[in-house]
């Protein structure tokens, strides 16, 4: 057993907050300089010559990269011979958050119920994704997932019979149908198989993986490649302004379904991609 | 087309119906002057207190509304990053505001039909900033005050003074969407839904 204190993981998902609202990670920044450098549309380059020097700025002056900074979402790898000592895991994650959106000054967007509307005024409670595994480490993945990309995404229960190209036309028309509301260019996470919920879930899990790593499944690489030109071959583009570059990645994660079943998830990511992870 | 290199500078609020009417789709702006802002909630405020028979929070004719939720400012500073939210979430509150002679709305993403409907009778144009580009885009506010529904926090109204401001016209008030004009020549699969 390996002990692992709340106010360890408080501290170290406060400072993971302020970090990624205003700063993209080198993956994200390095994906908006290549599109930059193959978008064939003149204004399309132009929305990306302004995003990166929004990206610029954002780091220069310690302001957060989107005024939306998002629903904070956590993956939690708990070993099972870690303990976490001092008080609940839950909270001191939700502690860690608090404090982060309070001491980065980041946007609070949350709402204590989806009726009454009324903020919670710290961006608590985040949502929380637990997995059990070996080890004694605690790893915590997070994104600030922004709300109007989060709007545009959609799930399906295909038929079987719909096969791949059922799920590829769902997936381009998902892309499509976003348009300039998810602030292209997106990362649409795709999640396939398992249950209606496993598939969302999925789908998330998706958008968290770094941009240029590939399914280790050469067969679904190979789909995630093809799905990446079908979805630029929407023309959507920047800002929906029209162009080469609507999507940056199209990363998939796949679980086994039911013999009746083909169900398909599209997370969409916008631009501001705010991702950050730790070990402890 | 719409680099911002060949940029008009716009005084806002509008000077007249006929500025409005001036401007095309696919223009791109640079806006001077006073802005609004405004989101779903604070929308639906304005246009209950409208029905009531009450003064309203802002002024509306030829005034440009804001769809905006800034973070908070930090010490010295007007404003925090301050890009636009999604427009179609105001659609509904929209028709009734361009009656009421409301000039423009700065938002981003696609409005539904009946919005462009009441476009053709009253002028007023839509215009889209940089989604997701809030750093630069709060550094040219250089002025904000909160004006009403403090209570709403972050979707209060905010009166806001902006210096070269920058946006492109989407929809114009001859019913051109520069959403449209701008991806079909590079649509090669897919369709708009």
């Not at chain 1, 080469?244 to 039911?258: G, N, R, S």
């Not at chain 2, 500025?19 to 405020?45: E, F, V």
């Not at chain 2, 400012?73 to 939210?85: H, L």
């Not at chain 2, 590079?186 to 839904?193: E, I, M, P, S, T």
Request: charged share 25%.
């Amino acid at each position: 057993m390996r002990d692992v204190h709340v106010d360890q993981i408080t501290k170290a998902v406060s400072e993971m907050c302020q970090s990624a609202g205003v700063t993209l990670s080198d993956d994200m920044l390095e994906a908006l300089q290549k599109a930059h450098r193959e978008e064939e549309s003149p204004l399309g380059r132009h929305a990306l010559e302004i995003l990166l020097e929004n990206a610029e700025m954002a780091t220069g002056s310690a302001l957060p990269y989107c005024q939306d900074c998002g629903f904070s979402v956590v993956f939690a790898k708990l070993g099972q011979d870690c303990h976490v000592i001092g008080g609940s895991l839950t909270e001191a994650i939700n502690e860690g958050i608090r404090q982060g959106y309070g001491e980065g000054l980041l946007r609070a967007s949350i709402l204590k119920s989806p009726i009454d509307r009324e903020n919670t005024g710290d961006n608590t409670p985040a949502v929380i994704h637990y997995e059990v595994v070996p080890g004694d480490r605690l790893e915590l993945a997070i994104t600030l997932k922004g709300g109007g990309s989060e709007n545009m995404s959609r799930q399906a229960m295909l038929k079987p019979a719909d096969g791949v190209e059922g799920v590829k036309r769902f997936v381009v028309d998902t892309v499509a149908n976003a348009g300039p509301n998810a602030c292209p260019p997106l990362v649409p996470g795709i999640g396939l198989g398992g249950t209606f919920d496993k598939s969302t879930y999925l789908a998330k899990k998706a958008i968290m993986r770094p941009i240029g790593q590939f399914n280790s499944d050469p067969q679904i690489a190979e789909l995630e490649k093809e799905m990446l030109v079908l979805c630029n071959e929407t023309g959507v583009g920047p800002q929906g302004l029209g162009g080469t570059v609507t999507c940056l990645w199209t990363p998939i994660e796949v679980y086994p379904c039911h013999v009746t079943a083909l169900p398909v998830a599209v997370n969409i990511q916008c631009h501001a991609n705010r991702r950050r992870e730790v070990t402890l | 087309m719409s680099s911002q290199e060949h940029a008009k500078r716009i005084q806002v609020p509008f000077e007249s119906e006929e500025t409005i009417r001036n401007l095309r789709a696919g223009d791109a702006l640079l806006l001077n002057g006073t802005l609004y802002t405004a989101r779903d909630a604070a929308h639906k405020r304005i246009l209950e207190a409208a029905d009531r028979g009450e003064d309203l929070p802002i002024p509306i004719e030829r005034q440009v509304i804001y769809y905006v939720g800034p973070t908070p400012p930090r010490d010295g500073e007007a404003i925090g990053s301050a890009g636009p939210t999604t427009a179609y979430r105001m659609d509904p509150y929209t028709p009734p505001l361009i009656e009421m002679g409301l000039g423009g709305a700065i938002g981003k993403g696609y409005r539904e039909a009946k919005v462009k409907e009441a476009m053709k009778g009253h002028p007023f144009v839509y215009m889209a900033a940089i989604g997701g580009a809030g750093a630069l885009l709060g550094k040219r506010i250089k002025e904000a005050q909160v004006l009403a529904y403090e209570d709403l926090g972050t979707e209060a109204i905010r009166r806001l003074v902006v210096e070269d401001f920058p946006v492109i016209v989407i929809n114009d008030t001859e019913g051109t969407d520069f959403y449209e004009v701008a991806q079909a020549p590079w649509r090669k699969a897919g369709d708009k839904a």
